[in-house]
């Protein structure tokens, strides 16, 4: 699989948080060779079904990464122009003086994200960036036109192409979250080439962004046995506090309370076989990720986190490592392929012979 290639399509695609259609679309593509059923859940997330070798009924493990990104949704048209509201987190700093596209009933219209003039600045408004309700969107277009085809609700999306950088590194909008998308790919293709007793439940989940919907939602339907989670986390870059992760420098595994820790030393014993780096990333309260929301759903999921380190979170330049998106679905695959049926037991809280000793 060309892992460019595809985060290119997955990062140039508009899909915000509760219009994820064309991202979904976009992953099927990639995902329908890979796998042996796909489905659509009532919510829009896509499942894809990997079935194992195992005796049925086979036990089964989700990988699940959030396909959503941050975006705007137009809230008032002020004659020429367009007043925006935050879908799902966006940055004002990060988005002046770039482009946009403007979702209408007619197709996208492309813009451009305009701000006061420094020399126009009243006293309190210097030294500061201004906020999302004091910027606005220009599509070039009178106001007559500007009415008549834009809607308040309809949504905006940034609009740059992936970028090249160097040794490896690639720089564009929504690799919070496609880029562990890729990953989940680059395992699917991995597993074409080995064996695997449980099934794999490939899950693209919706809504992350406002509130991990999409993940509470499929983990209660599918109810699996365990579960991974995939999202990106801090890469060093000037004012960022520690704890960070260097782009290249291996998938960090989260340990903490939201992370059942028996599955977490079985997904580092594998790294360890395979002799590749694995941070170890600790968190010590809400992850903030799917994982949380998958954790606690029915009677509990034991559930790990992998995680992306990533640059720039949640603009329009979040910067990855290619290597890291290789690594991680080899690890994922490498994992799933030694899973077995005596697995579920090794990692229940108290085995036999512990509640043994503990009663004498």
Not at 8 to 26: I, N, Q
Not at 332 to 350: G, S
């Amino acid at each position: 699989m060309d892992i460019k290639a595809h985060l290119k399509t997955l990062s140039e695609v508009h899909a915000p948080s509760g219009y994820e259609t064309a991202a979904r679309e976009a992953i099927l593509s990639a995902w329908q060779p890979l796998t042996d059923a796909q489905e659509t859940s009532r919510l829009g997330s896509l499942v894809a079904y990997k079935h194992g070798s195992g005796a049925e009924p086979r036990r089964r493990i989700m990988l699940c990464a959030h396909m959503d990104e941050i975006g705007m949704i137009v809230s008032r048209i002020e004659g020429a122009f367009i007043r925006v509201g935050s879908l799902g987190g966006i940055d004002s700093r990060a988005i002046i003086g770039k482009p946009v596209l403007v979702h209408t009933r007619e197709g996208a219209l492309q813009g451009v994200v305009g701000a006061l003039p420094l020399s126009m600045l009243s006293d309190d408004q210097r030294g500061r960036y201004p906020s999302l309700e004091e910027i606005y969107i220009d599509l070039g277009l009178a106001a007559e036109a500007v009415a008549r085809r834009v809607r308040v609700g309809d949504i905006v999306t940034m609009n740059l192409p992936l970028l090249e950088l160097q040794d490896r590194r690639v720089a564009g909008k929504a690799m919070d979250n496609r880029a562990c998308v890729a990953v989940i790919s680059a395992c699917l293709d991995a597993l074409q080439r080995m064996k695997h007793s449980w099934d794999v439940l490939a899950v693209a989940s919706v809504q992350e962004e406002v509130g991990l919907h999409g993940a509470r939602a499929e983990a209660y339907r599918l109810n699996p046995d365990i579960a991974i989670a995939l999202d990106v986390t801090f890469a060093p870059q000037p004012n960022v506090p520690s704890p960070t992760f260097e782009l290249g420098g291996g998938v960090p595994l989260a340990l903490g309370a939201n992370f059942h820790p028996a599955l977490f030393e079985a997904i580092k014993k594998t790294a360890e076989r395979l002799e590749m780096s694995l941070p170890i990333d600790p968190v010590p309260m809400a992850s903030g990720t799917d994982a949380w929301a998958i954790q606690i759903s029915r009677d509990g999921i034991p559930t790990a986190l992998l995680s992306i380190p990533t640059r720039n979170m949640h603009t329009t330049v979040e910067t990855v490592d290619l290597r890291d998106i290789e690594r991680g679905g080899r690890l994922l695959a490498e994992f799933i392929a030694a899973l077995d049926e005596q697995f579920l037991t090794e990692i229940v809280w108290d085995k036999p012979e512990q509640t043994e000793k503990k009663d004498a």
